[in-house]
């Protein structure tokens, strides 16, 4: 399933966007750039449109703050969020209790894509794979659903399966960006990713809605 990141700070753009999509194609992950200048309008929208959306906050707090964090998004018509493996088990379990009562699916960041491994030696003492298996043994014992990985770390998980896997970090080609640990839609899907996040590839797309298709076709 690919997602695609609506990462805009207005809601005319954000919307523009959104109409620019397909709902039978993908969904829609509205992250804190968007959320944070806009708020729940664009949610709201997106889903009179037909899309799920995927909500992309990344808590990472102490176990009742996060809990209460996620019992205050239950009127948002969201059907998954993210948290930060990192804050631990008691704090994602916490996460769990709180969205599987407004049914809600709780994913880990375990590393950001945009991290290399001079970067997670310096963060945290291991490598970037290293840090992802550390993170997947947490997001087990917690019992989340699942993980956001760079594609690279997918295999990792893939063995273990007990987790879904959300992976961004896709890339149509070699990039020039903040992204450091990158493959194309097909080789993610290849290696298990069970959703694929893609902004920049698509929402600076020439034509919108013919490069959502393209991708859609090449991986379905």
Same mark, same amino acid.
């Given at each position: 399933?690919?997602? &695609?990141? %609506?990462?805009?700070?207005? #809601?005319?753009?954000?919307?523009?966007?959104?109409?620019?999509?397909?709902?039978? /194609? !993908?969904?829609?992950?509205i992250g804190s750039v968007a959320f944070n200048s806009i708020g729940h309008e664009i949610i709201y929208y997106a889903a009179d449109h037909g899309f799920? %959306?995927? $909500?992309?906050?990344? #808590?990472?707090?102490?176990?009742?703050? &996060? /809990?209460?964090?996620?019992?205050?998004?239950?009127?948002?018509?969201?059907?998954?969020? +993210?948290i930060h493996t990192s804050g631990g088990k008691d704090m994602m379990m916490a996460a769990m209790e709180a969205a599987?009562?407004?049914?809600?699916?709780?994913?880990?960041? +375990?590393?950001?894509?945009?991290?290399?491994?001079?970067?997670?030696?310096?963060i945290f003492q291991r490598t970037s794979s290293e840090q992802v298996n550390a993170m997947l043994d947490l997001a087990e014992s917690a019992g989340i659903d699942?993980? &956001? !990985?760079?594609p690279h770390e997918l295999k990792l998980v893939?063995?273990?399966? +007990?987790? $879904?896997?959300?992976?961004?970090?896709?890339?149509?080609?070699?990039?020039?960006?903040d992204q450091k640990r990158v493959m194309t839609p097909k080789e993610a899907i290849n290696l298990g990713a069970d959703f694929l996040v893609i902004g920049r590839p698509i +929402?600076?797309?020439?034509?919108?809605?013919?490069?959502?298709?393209?991708?859609f076709q090449n991986i379905s």
């Open positions: 399933m690919i997602i &695609v990141a %609506i990462d805009e700070n207005n #809601f005319e753009r954000a919307s523009e966007l959104i109409n620019k999509l397909d709902p039978k /194609k !993908c969904m829609v992950k799920k %959306i995927f $909500l992309d906050l990344k #808590f990472h707090d102490i176990p009742n703050t &996060v /809990k209460k964090s996620i019992q205050g998004l239950a009127s948002l018509p969201i059907k998954m969020l +993210t599987s009562r407004i049914q809600i699916k709780v994913f880990g960041v +375990t590393a950001l894509t945009s991290l290399n491994d001079d970067e997670t030696n310096i699942g993980i &956001v !990985c760079s893939k063995k273990r399966g +007990t987790l $879904l896997s959300i992976t961004p970090g896709i890339r149509l080609q070699d990039s020039n960006d +929402t600076e797309a020439e034509n919108i809605g013919e490069a959502l298709n393209e991708i």
